[in-house]
């Protein structure tokens, strides 16, 4: 029965261009189930999902351990505010405390909200020492509240709704001259994606987080990795930092936080989340039972199922395919970067006209930054599944033909 929707796609976009706000660029599709790395539409046909969930679903769609957990969450308690213990929360915060560099958590319901609480706990530490300034990286995201929008170093998200939060710096990503500069004894805290996701999968260069690390801590300015996108197992280690020898004093994880289930975290070094008294920061839904359990449910499974070691796998081969495509189209394919499942592919013309004709050949991709294709498929991606899209990938990008060529 949950196979198939009441209506049919028609209808139901009809029904959304009459009631719902029209701020997304929607395909003109309508999913109804999902089952790991596959989705099918309302009329009953079936994509292979290499962008499941916008990142969200790191495990596949619907992981059977997450789907028990939250059913049986739902059965015995939905909700309860933050004015009582709950067992889950405290949990799921010596999980990740335990996974990351021990601190402690504050739990919200999204990425932006969770870096909303880093901003204001940077701030709120720095206040007795006049330290306001945020520093942030060119490309970076960081979400579509004031305060993390105002982090969000790309003009384009920020025309039309002027003026920012004071107090934001910009400085281009990989530059530890331009970093030096701008931390100084005003700066409360830095904030950056240790693997720039929506930035179109930039990975810094070698020495460039531990040389940041050592800035803060010569101008007493708190490091920030917003690990939303990057964070969870997404690039064989939990998370990002991970790779690079440095540690954050404040750390933000949401989308695959709970599998799909819509959870942020932020976590801070114990005597920096000390600041945060009762009545200073609050989120109602924040740590709830079921995002809780959903969390658990997904470090379960991937500790279970040996996932961060999959990550790796699937790292080669993704690289070894799109080296491979390169081979043949050097004119279209320009770069290629892949951490974990984290895949980056830079062409030389619009990569709009690639993502419609994947779906069009029933392959969900997507496309960041205007020429950049963008996968974060599932950790559990099967050898058959990762077959048949790349087939479809391949055939796709060999016979395309660039109309729009870019410099
Ligand atoms: C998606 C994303 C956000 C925003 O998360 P929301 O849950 O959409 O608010 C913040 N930072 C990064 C790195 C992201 O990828």
Redesign the pocket.
């Known amino acids: 029965m949950s196979q198939v929707a009441l209506l049919s796609s028609a209808e139901i976009i009809d029904q959304f261009d009459r009631y719902v706000i029209s701020n997304y660029r929607r395909y003109p599709v309508c999913l109804v189930r999902g089952e790991g790395s596959l989705v099918w539409d309302a009329e009953g046909r079936r994509y292979v999902d290499f962008f499941p969930g916008?990142?969200c679903n790191l495990i596949g769609h619907c992981p059977p351990l997450v789907v028990e957990a939250v059913a049986e969450q739902v059965k015995t308690l939905i909700h309860v505010p933050n004015t009582w213990y709950m067992e889950a929360q405290g949990r799921f915060a010596e999980a990740l405390s335990e996974r990351s560099f021990g601190g402690k958590a504050f739990f919200c319901?999204?990425?932006?909200?969770?870096?909303e609480a880093a901003i204001k706990l940077a701030r709120a530490y720095g206040y007795p020492e006049g330290r306001t300034k945020i520093v942030t990286m060119h490309h970076?995201?960081?979400?579509?509240?004031y305060g993390?929008l105002s982090a969000t170093a790309q003009p384009k998200y920020h025309v039309g709704f002027e003026p920012m939060v004071p107090g934001f710096e910009y400085i281009p990503f990989g530059d530890l001259e331009a970093a030096s500069s701008a931390i100084d004894l005003t700066t409360a805290g830095v904030l950056i994606?240790p693997i720039?996701?929506?930035g179109g999968i930039n990975i810094p260069p070698d020495g460039y987080l531990e040389g940041l690390r050592k800035l803060c801590d010569e101008s007493g300015a708190l490091l920030m990795f917003?690990?939303?996108?990057?964070g969870m197992g997404r690039t064989g280690k939990w998370f990002a930092y991970q790779h690079f020898g440095v540690e954050p004093d404040i750390m933000?994880v949401?989308?695959a936080l709970a599998s799909g289930v819509?959870a942020?975290v932020m976590m801070a070094r114990s005597d920096v989340a000390e600041i945060l008294k009762p009545g200073m920061h609050a989120s109602t839904y924040g740590g709830n039972p079921i995002a809780c359990r959903a969390g658990l449910a997904t470090i379960e499974t991937i500790e279970n199922d040996g996932l961060l070691e999959q990550a790796k796998v699937l790292e080669e081969k993704f690289h070894e395919f799109f080296t491979g495509i390169r081979d043949q189209r050097p004119d279209l394919i320009q770069g290629i970067r892949v951490r974990g499942v984290m895949v980056g592919v830079d062409l030389a013309c619009d990569a709009s006209p690639i993502v419609a004709e994947c779906m069009k050949q029933k392959l969900l991709i997507n496309a960041t930054q205007g020429h950049i294709i963008r996968l974060l498929p599932a950790l559990n991606l099967s050898d058959e599944l990762f077959e048949e899209g790349c087939s479809i990938l391949k055939s796709v990008l060999l016979n395309h033909v660039m109309d729009r060529p870019q410099s």
């Open positions: 916008w990142g319901n999204s990425g932006a909200e969770a870096n970076g995201f960081h979400g579509r509240t993390a994606e720039q996701g929506e917003d690990e939303v996108q990057c933000t949401a989308k819509a942020g």
